[in-house]
C-alpha cells in the first residue's frame, strides 16, 4: 500500500493511499498574509473526498472550488453542508454528519467521524489552565 501525507498549511492535508485522494479541510489559498502552501486550489485536478473538520474559513474555505473542479464528496457538519450548497455544490457531493458515523471512502480506507467542536474558553473570562478539559458547562446561557 502506497500512502502519502502532504501538509499544505494550518489544518489542511492531502491523503494519498494508493489512487485515493483524500483532502483534510481545503484552506489552501491563503490570506495574503500568511505563507504559501506551495499549490493552488485551481492546481488541483484530482479529490475523491475532502473531509472538513469544522466549518471556519480556515479549514473550509477552497473545498467549494476543489467538490466542483474534481467531483469530489465533501463530509462535513449539518453546517459545513449548508454552506458548501450555497457555494453552488450539488447535494450529491455532499455528506452531512454529526459525529459517530463510518465512512467507507475506499474498499479499505473508512473514516470514523467524530464531533466537531471547538473550544469554548472564550465564554469564561478567567480561563482555565490549559491542562484542564471544558466542556462547555460554564454557565453561560444559550442566548448569551
Known amino acids: 500500500m502506497a ?8 489544518a489542511t492535508f492531502r491523503l ?11 484552506y489552501i ?5 500568511a505563507a504559501p502552501t506551495g499549490i493552488t486550489v ?15 474559513f480556515d479549514h473550509l474555505y477552497g473545498a467549494e472550488r476543489i467538490a466542483t473542479a474534481t ?18 455544490v450539488p447535494l450529491s457531493q455532499l455528506m452531512p454528519v454529526a459525529g ?6 475506499a474498499k479499505d480506507v473508512v473514516v470514523h467521524v467524530y464531533p466537531s467542536q471547538h473550544s469554548c474558553v472564550w465564554t469564561n473570562p478567567s480561563m482555565p489552565a490549559s491542562d484542564q478539559v471544558c466542556l462547555g458547562d460554564l454557565g453561560v446561557l444559550y442566548h448569551e
Request: glycine share 10%.
Open 29 to 33: 489559498d491563503r490570506v495574503p498574509s
Open 42 to 56: 485551481d492546481a488541483i485536478k484530482r479529490a475523491d473526498w475532502i473531509v472538513v473538520g469544522h466549518s471556519h
Open 100 to 105: 459517530g458515523e463510518r465512512v467507507q471512502l
Open 71 to 88: 467531483g469530489a464528496t465533501i463530509i462535513g457538519s449539518y453546517e459545513t453542508v449548508r454552506v458548501m450548497e450555497a457555494m453552488g
Open 3 to 10: 500512502v502519502t501525507l502532504d501538509w499544505l498549511g494550518c
Open 16 to 26: 494519498n493511499i494508493n489512487d485515493l485522494v483524500v483532502f483534510l479541510d481545503a
